[in-house]
């Protein structure tokens, strides 16, 4: 990654995730009173001086502890600290200096990066309390008064950051990245998935079905090509988002698939089709984006000759409405297949994007409508002009027509199916808008 990487770590409840919203410009990170709230590493960009920088917002640090979710957050946070070139360690002057944060403070030291003392909460203007001056005593150097509430002493606090970063190297070439969402409900091994893939704790993985709260980016680089996977909070009913956490979570997923080129559904093997995964897909089918249904934990399934195909015909008729989306089976754990997924996605992705010349659109329809006829009503026919193509991701195509009402949802999936029958159009929603002639 050319950006330089900041990490913003303290431990619970002191403002980091408020803090990151103020610097990044956006309501990215979770915010919440109750401590605890983020959990895995968030990452947003942020501009200041020129340099942009690479922002990672990570779950409050307990360095001490027999908790086995915390102790997990304590290691993302250290592999925040491993990946960055400076870090912030935010405190809250409210509660003063207590023993986490001296414990925090000896960790970041041991780690030898440029470290910068944070105070926050100091919402005044003006000459900082006396509160202030007591954290000097964690012998980290000068602390940055800042109030992530209101944006007070946040310009400090990037000019130190810059004054610490490396030099500026000049950016590679851009290359063509590929943003994937892995979604799915909770526990169908998402964060299992995205750390086979990438070989490191990259996620939280918990057999606590809902822990990935957050929408997390890992970088790939394969023989694929680049891709970034976003691993998202698994979507519960929405009558079960009862408190506000959860639903935070729902609204990142969804921004998620928003920001995404293809949409991995993870299903679990063990448990099958359930009406939540079907509404999971629905939210990428309506988006428009590209879409691949992962059968997960196939390692765990008794099979014999016949399962993959029958499982294979039952999903396709549970997923209908998304008929053209391919299904693998696949094992997190084991990695079977995995490679397999990668050359799928790429597959989809360039379905998704694909834009088809106006003639060649216009020779397939006129293949189309002479083996097929249009429909008629009434002794009226129906008449397609021409057709061209409007936009990509997804496909969308204009039809200029004699009539809007002959042209049957019957018969535009008859087009539908040409047109992905000529052009390969596999993993993607294809769009039609109709026109009469006429309109405007």
Same mark, same amino acid.
């Given at each position: 990654?050319?950006?330089? +990487?900041?990490?913003?770590?303290?431990?619970?409840?002191?403002?980091?995730?408020?803090?990151?919203?103020?610097?990044?410009?956006?309501?990215?990170?979770?915010?919440?009173?109750?401590?605890?709230?983020?959990?895995?590493?968030?990452?947003?960009?942020?501009?200041?001086?020129?340099?942009?920088?690479?922002?990672?917002?990570?779950?409050?640090?307990?360095?001490?502890?027999?908790?086995?979710?915390?102790?997990?957050?304590?290691?993302?946070?250290?592999?925040?600290?491993?990946?960055?070139?400076?870090?912030?360690?935010?405190?809250?002057?409210?509660?003063?200096?207590?023993?986490?944060?001296?414990?925090?403070?000896?960790?970041?030291?041991?780690?030898?990066?440029?470290?910068?003392?944070?105070?926050?909460?100091?919402?005044?203007?003006?000459?900082?309390?006396?509160?202030?001056?007591?954290?000097?005593?964690?012998?980290?150097?000068?602390?940055?008064?800042?109030?992530?509430?209101?944006?007070?002493?946040?310009?400090?606090?990037?000019?130190?950051?810059?004054?610490?970063?490396?030099?500026?190297?000049?950016?590679?070439?851009?290359?063509?990245?590929?943003?994937?969402? +892995?979604?799915?409900?909770?526990?169908?091994?998402?964060?299992?998935?995205?750390?086979?893939?990438?070989?490191?704790?990259?996620?939280?993985?918990?057999?606590?079905?809902?822990?990935?709260?957050?929408?997390?980016?890992?970088?790939?680089?394969?023989?694929?090509?680049?891709?970034?996977?976003?691993?998202?909070?698994?979507?519960?009913?929405?009558?079960?988002?009862?408190?506000?956490?959860?639903?935070?979570?729902?609204?990142?997923?969804?921004?998620?698939?928003?920001?995404?080129? +293809?949409?991995?559904?993870?299903?679990?093997?063990?448990?099958?089709?359930?009406?939540?995964?079907?509404?999971?897909?629905?939210?990428?089918?309506?988006?428009?984006?590209?879409?691949?249904?992962?059968?997960?934990?196939?390692?765990?399934?008794?099979?014999?000759?016949?399962?993959?195909?029958?499982?294979?015909?039952?999903?396709?008729?549970?997923?209908?409405?998304?008929?053209?989306?391919?299904?693998?089976?696949?094992?997190?754990?084991?990695?079977?297949?995995?490679?397999?997924?990668?050359?799928?996605?790429?597959?989809?992705?360039?379905?998704?994007?694909?834009?088809?010349?106006?003639?060649?659109?216009?020779?397939?329809?006129?293949?189309?409508?002479?083996?097929?006829?249009?429909?008629?009503?009434?002794?009226?026919?129906?008449?397609?002009?021409?057709?061209?193509?409007?936009?990509?991701?997804?496909?969308?195509?204009?039809?200029? +027509?004699?009539?809007?009402?002959?042209?049957?949802?019957?018969?535009?999936?008859?087009?539908?199916?040409?047109?992905?029958?000529?052009?390969?159009?596999?993993?993607?929603?294809?769009?039609?808008?109709?026109?009469?002639?006429?309109?405007?």
């Amino acid at each position: 990654m050319s950006k330089p +990487v900041v990490a913003i770590v303290g431990r619970p409840n002191v403002g980091k995730s408020t803090l990151f919203n103020k610097l990044i410009g956006a309501r990215l990170s979770i915010v919440e009173d109750t401590p605890g709230v983020t959990r895995d590493r968030i990452y947003g960009e942020c501009e200041w001086d020129g340099r942009k920088i690479c922002l990672i917002d990570t779950g409050g640090i307990e360095v001490k502890t027999s908790d086995l979710l915390l102790s997990q957050m304590r290691e993302q946070a250290q592999l925040a600290i491993d990946t960055a070139n400076v870090i912030v360690f935010v405190t809250d002057i409210h509660s003063g200096i207590l023993a986490a944060d001296r414990d925090i403070a000896a960790m970041l030291m041991k780690s030898g990066r440029p470290i910068i003392l944070c105070v926050n909460k100091v919402d005044s203007v003006g000459e900082p309390p006396m509160e202030f001056y007591e954290f000097y005593n964690l012998g980290l150097g000068d602390p940055i008064a800042v109030s992530s509430v209101h944006g007070h002493g946040t310009g400090d606090l990037l000019d130190r950051v810059i004054e610490l970063l490396p030099e500026e190297t000049e950016e590679e070439d851009a290359v063509d990245t590929i943003h994937v969402a +892995v979604i799915g409900k909770p526990n169908a091994g998402k964060s299992s998935l995205i750390n086979k893939i990438v070989g490191e704790n990259r996620c939280i993985v918990s057999d606590v079905a809902g822990t990935t709260r957050d929408a997390i980016d890992t970088e790939v680089e394969n023989s694929y090509g680049n891709f970034v996977l976003i691993d998202t909070a698994g979507l519960r009913r929405k009558s079960r988002v009862t408190d506000t956490i959860e639903h935070y979570s729902v609204l990142r997923a969804q921004m998620a698939i928003e920001r995404s080129d +293809v949409c991995v559904i993870m299903i679990d093997a063990t448990e099958g089709f359930t009406e939540q995964d079907s509404k999971v897909a629905g939210l990428a089918h309506e988006s428009g984006k590209g879409c691949i249904i992962a059968v997960n934990k196939w390692d765990a399934v008794e099979k014999d000759g016949r399962t993959m195909e029958s499982f294979r015909k039952s999903l396709q008729n549970d997923f209908s409405f998304m008929d053209y989306a391919p299904i693998i089976f696949i094992s997190a754990k084991t990695g079977q297949r995995i490679d397999q997924l990668f050359s799928m996605i790429k597959q989809v992705a360039k379905s998704n994007s694909m834009r088809i010349a106006t003639g060649m659109l216009n020779d397939v329809l006129a293949q189309a409508t002479a083996r097929v006829q249009p429909p008629t009503d009434k002794g009226r026919r129906l008449k397609i002009y021409y057709m061209t193509q409007a936009s990509t991701n997804p496909p969308t195509f204009v039809c200029f +027509v004699n009539s809007a009402e002959l042209f049957h949802f019957s018969y535009q999936r008859y087009l539908e199916n040409r047109i992905r029958e000529t052009f390969g159009l596999e993993g993607t929603p294809i769009r039609f808008i109709i026109r009469e002639r006429g309109d405007s």
